[in-house]
């Protein structure tokens, strides 16, 4: 089975920048879907930004221009770089890998979550 192992989460002032890391197991990495979502308490997780196994990116309106995912196949790992931190921007954060390749019924493997707070 694939686990996701993240880090980097922790308390920022608003305009800070951090990184998010999120590593991965299993020896076909370069056929997964990566994604980063977040959720705050009480609500609904919400998708944040997307890369595919090609290098495409999508990112959720409220983080474009902020916010870049990016990928290192030979390391396992996908990142999540972000700039300009808003008190918004608050959530627990989790990595999601999605895994088709080979499979007639595509499944999806979350990390635990790493908390991010922005202080005003």
């Known amino acids: 089975q694939v686990q996701l192992v993240e880090s980097g989460g922790r308390s920022v002032q608003a305009g800070d920048s951090l990184r998010l890391s999120c590593a991965a197991s299993?020896?076909?990495?370069?056929?997964?879907?990566m994604a980063w979502y977040r959720q705050a308490p009480g609500k609904q997780r919400e998708l944040v930004a997307v890369?595919?196994?090609?290098?495409?990116?999508n990112y959720a309106d409220s983080v474009k221009g902020r916010f870049t995912i990016s990928r290192d196949n030979a390391k396992n790992t996908v990142y999540l770089q972000m700039n300009s931190l808003k008190p918004k921007d608050t959530a627990v954060y989790y990595c999601?890998?999605?895994?088709?390749?080979?499979?007639?019924?595509?499944?999806?493997?979350w990390g635990q979550g790493t908390q991010i707070t922005v202080s005003s």
């Open positions: 890369i595919t196994t090609g290098g495409s990116t």
């Open positions: 999601n890998a999605f895994i088709h390749s080979g499979l007639t019924v595509p499944r999806a493997y």
């Open positions: 299993g020896r076909t990495f370069t056929t997964y879907i």
